[in-house]
């Protein structure tokens, strides 16, 4: 059951998508454009599905029956207050709150055919499939290179050369390949904030995610970096489905697709993300991205 | 002390009390300026006597061990070079160190190879794997073990680790270094495990995260991140136990032998370092003649091996200290 999804890149089949990419980096983009056109003309579907999810940090509630959609190849904002469940939310999708021994959820939680909260679900293959990049870039002391060979290192076996052209073709597709070419055995914690938190990213595509999570990925870099991070998001959205969790409604409003504004643990509303600024059915919405509160 | 709050109070009430209050009170500042200088000078003093204290040592060690080789029967070559450590026969004396350093070296291996492993493992175990309640019943235990005096290790190194080892292969000696040794690196487990276990936590939970984030288990974010994350100060962990060790001497008097010898058996005797000093300074000699200079000569090369490993330690610590901001 779980092939049905599993569609992207698996031993040998993703370094040939690897090289294939490496060759026709350079090309003029609108053949990408094309790609993205056509991804929008098809239906999107939904890839997370969550019914009546709840969650608990030991006897606190932090997260309060929310039933929502993410569609295939689209980015999605989660906004709201501090404290408003957004990234526990986040954390459920990859089982990251696994991490913390009093969390448990109910309800359910689907990634295509796949029971996220089910007791069988293997951790190590889903964290593959779902990559999470933190609101604190974290590189491992260790090489720019090494930092980004760790996760193929983990789950699969490659020749060296393979191994360098998969590590070039993430920093190609995180933008940072041109700022670290010529320094790929400098320590990672050398890099400037903007360029760590897109080695984070490089390191997380490196393993062949169809979904990444952002976990407030700019609220600790400055708006030069920020923007870069954008311009990142929107080029990996025709390969990957992106959930980005954001305090910034102004980052929401210019680079999502789809935002969901969450409130003390309930999801309040989720609309294309043209609606949701423009018009908002909620009056706490319209309250929060107007800056009112929060 | 709220009792004390009259609530019925309006602020303009207050407020008159208050200025009241600020413009009476001053801080005497002559006293606080004496009080300031005499506190610096405390300071200086606690800072300058434990200089002074290690000076003198190292200046009593240095001054002795000089009269030690003005003796006609000692030579730098005879202490560097023979390999006979015989101080207390009379017509053959032979002062080769190195008798007495391969002892200390043999005690030192076998209790490293005891204490560096156990101490990392259990360290890792209790730092990523261990639930929070496990980890409060083991460390106070562990605490313990590091608590037991080194002479009641010694008797138990004689008593029971010894008739052990002889159980398992006749040709252990009552006294022997493997005995002493296993000792030795039960009293430095602790050590190892409490300094490794300080260094695997200071390494930040986002790095573990990221290390899950990516698909690994347990044992990857471990093995390939922690661990090397925090080796600095695991290494110096290890230095520690290593000086410990070398200078450890309760245990070694009483279950190593008083043998000094050049071997690698450790089912033999091996007198150490630290060994001989007890034996010494345990007056089995009359005071000042060869024999007892000749502690201090073996006092200053403990020190100057210990102090190199000292030194090798902080330059570890800081070449591969790692920072997090």
């Not at chain 1, 060296?160 to 320590?187: F, G, H, I, T």
């Not at chain 2, 190879?113 to 980890?135: D, H, K, N, W």
Request: net charge neutral; aromatic share 8%; proline share 4%.
């Amino acid at each position: 059951m779980n092939e049905t999804i599993t569609e992207p890149p698996r031993g040998s089949d993703k370094n040939n998508r690897a090289t294939h990419d490496l060759q026709n980096a350079p090309t003029e983009p609108t053949s990408r454009m094309d790609t993205h056109e056509a991804a929008q003309a098809d239906v999107p579907r939904s890839i997370i599905e969550m019914k009546n999810l709840s969650s608990w940090y030991g006897s606190f509630q932090a997260l309060n029956s929310i039933s929502l959609n993410v569609r295939k190849n689209k980015i999605t904002a989660f906004i709201g207050p501090s404290g408003c469940g957004k990234s526990t939310l986040l954390r459920w999708v990859n089982r990251m709150n696994d991490t913390i021994p009093t969390a448990r959820a109910t309800g359910s939680l689907h990634l295509g055919d796949l029971d996220l909260l089910g007791s069988g679900t293997d951790v190590v293959d889903l964290r593959r499939r779902v990559g999470i990049v933190f609101q604190k870039p974290n590189p491992f002391p260790k090489s720019i290179f090494d930092n980004v060979a760790f996760g193929p290192r983990l789950h699969m076996k490659l020749r060296r050369s393979e191994l360098v052209d998969l590590v070039e073709w993430s920093l190609r597709k995180a933008a940072v390949w041109d700022e670290v070419k010529d320094r790929l055995n400098a320590p990672a914690l050398g890099l400037s904030g903007g360029q760590q938190q897109r080695l984070c990213i490089a390191r997380t595509i490196a393993v062949g995610p169809q979904v990444l999570l952002m976990d407030e990925p700019c609220s600790a870099l400055d708006p030069g970096s920020t923007l870069a991070i954008e311009e990142l998001m929107n080029e990996l959205r025709d390969q990957y489905t992106i959930v980005i969790v954001t305090h910034n409604m102004q980052q929401a409003s210019r680079c999502s697709d789809e935002t969901a504004f969450f409130f003390e643990g309930s999801l309040i509303e989720m609309n294309d993300t043209k609606s949701i600024f423009t018009n908002p059915n909620s009056q706490k919405t319209e309250d929060y991205i107007s800056g009112r509160f929060g | 002390m709220n009792s004390a709050v009259n609530r019925d109070r309006t602020l303009p009430q207050l407020e008159q009390q208050v200025q009241t209050l600020l413009a009476r009170e001053r801080r005497n500042l002559s006293w606080v300026r004496f009080r300031e200088r005499g506190i610096f000078l405390c300071l200086v003093g606690c800072g300058l006597f434990s200089l002074l204290v290690t000076g003198s040592i190292i200046f009593v060690l240095a001054s002795e061990t000089a009269k030690f080789f003005q003796f006609s029967e000692v030579t730098l070559s005879n202490f560097f070079l023979s390999t006979q450590w015989t101080p207390l026969l009379g017509n053959t004396k032979s002062f080769g160190i190195w008798s007495l350093i391969s002892g200390t070296f043999m005690v030192t291996a076998i209790a490293m190879l005891v204490a560096l492993p156990l101490g990392l493992i259990t360290a890792v175990y209790l730092s990523e794997y261990a639930p929070r309640r496990v980890r409060s019943t083991l460390k106070p235990i562990l605490e313990i073990l590091a608590g037991i005096p080194t002479v009641v290790y010694g008797f138990f190194a004689l008593m029971t680790i010894t008739p052990l080892l002889q159980w398992c292969y006749s040709g252990f000696n009552v006294y022997n270094a493997m005995s002493a040794g296993i000792a030795v690196g039960i009293l430095c487990f602790p050590t190892v495990c409490s300094l490794a276990e300080d260094a695997l936590r200071a390494v930040p939970t986002s790095l573990r995260d990221g290390a899950f984030g990516l698909g690994g288990t347990r044992f990857d974010a471990t093995v390939k991140v922690i661990i090397p994350a925090a080796l600095s100060g695991i290494i110096s962990a290890f230095l520690l136990a290593i000086t410990r060790a070398i200078g450890e001497t309760m245990i070694v008097a009483l279950a190593a032998g008083s043998r000094a010898q050049i071997t690698v058996n450790p089912a033999e005797e091996a007198q150490t370092m630290t060994g001989y000093m007890v034996q010494i300074a345990g007056g089995d000699v009359s005071n000042f003649g060869i024999e007892y200079y000749s502690m201090y000569a073996v006092a200053f090369t403990l020190f100057a091996i210990t102090l190199t490993l000292t030194m090798v330690g902080n330059y570890i610590r800081t070449k591969y200290r790692e920072t997090y901001d």
